[in-house]
């Protein structure tokens, strides 16, 4: 069975950092894609990035500026987020989600499994 778990959300203020995790089970994260989406409180899902097979990036969302860097470690099936210099817009729910087909040029849903998500709020 194929499980994604996010974890690394939390209330923070302006300005600091996070880093979140998503642990893939059931399968070799080297064999698919993940992709991170946000989200926010009133507002649809968001594509932010896609890693590919061959840890190739796919960015969406290139209006944060390299704020949030997206990485994998396919020995740990691990997929990281860092968020830094966070601000209160950036408050969501954040979750990762893994496809077999490469990433998808424009940022899609079409993903097999999805995580729960992890809350992100930043506020002070």
């Known amino acids: 069975q194929v499980q994604l778990v996010e974890s690394g959300g939390a209330l923070v203020q302006p300005g600091n950092s996070l880093r979140l995790s998503c642990i893939v089970s059931?399968?070799?994260?080297?064999?698919?894609?993940v992709a991170w989406f946000r989200r926010a409180p009133g507002k649809e899902r968001e594509g932010l990035f896609c890693?590919?097979?061959?840890?190739?990036?796919?960015n969406y969302a290139t209006y944060l500026s390299g704020r949030f860097t997206v990485s994998k470690i396919d020995v740990r099936n691990a997929a990281y987020l860092d968020l830094d210099a966070l601000e209160p817009d950036d408050t969501a729910v954040y979750s990762c989600?893994?496809?077999?087909?490469?990433?998808?040029?424009?940022?899609?849903?079409?993903?097999?499994?999805w995580g729960q998500g992890t809350q992100v709020t930043v506020s002070t």
């Open positions: 890693i590919g097979r061959r840890h190739d990036i796919v």
């Open positions: 989600a893994i496809r077999r087909a490469s990433c998808p040029t424009k940022s899609n849903t079409e993903y097999e499994y």
């Open positions: 059931g399968l070799h994260l080297e064999s698919v894609t």
